[in-house]
């Protein structure tokens, strides 16, 4: 589905020999209010099924692999990994409904998501690594972005690189969000290392071709006066003459400002509008603050919306996690990492 399609597309694939094959595309108005269940009927079950085999019991790891359409012996059991409280049927769908009830950004929190001896070990691996500032912060052009943070990018040699690329995992999420997997995607995965006192990330969308985030955080005892706060922002249909504007922030600049308003006016969000947008200022609205605290995952559909974010700086202590992206890799703007 692309943000600036005036219609959404629904592609219904599935798995055969390994490769996702289109296999029909419907077209439905964005406003069509029985989209959630025309999509249950006819993308989803396929996706209850993989779940029903892969995390209870009740189905043999031979109907997983057919479900999938792979090789025996190829199957990612997300129970290694994942709080088994987010993988029975009831569990599943407490997540799916929560998302389902939000007003416009499409999200939830999962507190424990990992079991604790797979966070810790990725905590502890984390710890062993080399975080590389320069290849958080620039831009196009070479210009110094005001997102305050340094990044090793995953690749297979991580621990936790298993969970990270599996086909299992983006099937997952994008059931848990009440969507489909685009036809062809592919995964990047930022571990991210905060210094203390870090300045903050203004306002931004992610790259159009994410079609999912999923941001991991490993901070015990974290506090809310700690900072590091990640805040969700919506742009709001008035706009105040009273709004404080906030354009063209510099880099080196401490965002303190992001605590201290909870409607600002902008015209330079990072990443820009959508493009069928008006260019024009509009009015931000603060609708919700996530604690990074140790073992929380934030997870997004960035299709259904931009889903405008940003960070507030932090005190004194260091502020690691992880964000993995699924990419659409079928989309026109698609440039990867
Ligand atoms: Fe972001």
Redesign the pocket.
Known sequence: MQRDDPVAQLCVYRAEAGLHEIKRVERLPVETKDWDEKRAKIGLQEGYGLFSSLTSRRHSRADAHVILGQEEGTIMELSKWINSNYLTPEGIADVRESVKAKPTMKYCVLDNFFLPERIDAIIAHHATLKFDEAADRTGHDMVILP?DGAVKWADGNDVGAEFYFAEEVKEYFCYLLNRLKPPRTSVELKLRWHKPHATG?WI???SVWRSI?AIMYFNKNWKASDGGLLQLWRPDEASYDKSTIFDNIRSDQRLDFLNENQRLKTNTP?GGWPSHWPHQSRDMILVDQIVPAYNRLFLCDLDADPTF?SVTPSCDKIRTGF?YWLNNESHPNFKGK
Do not use: A, I, T
Request: aromatic letters at 22%.
């Open positions: 997102y990330f931004h969308s992610d985030v990072g974010h964000v």
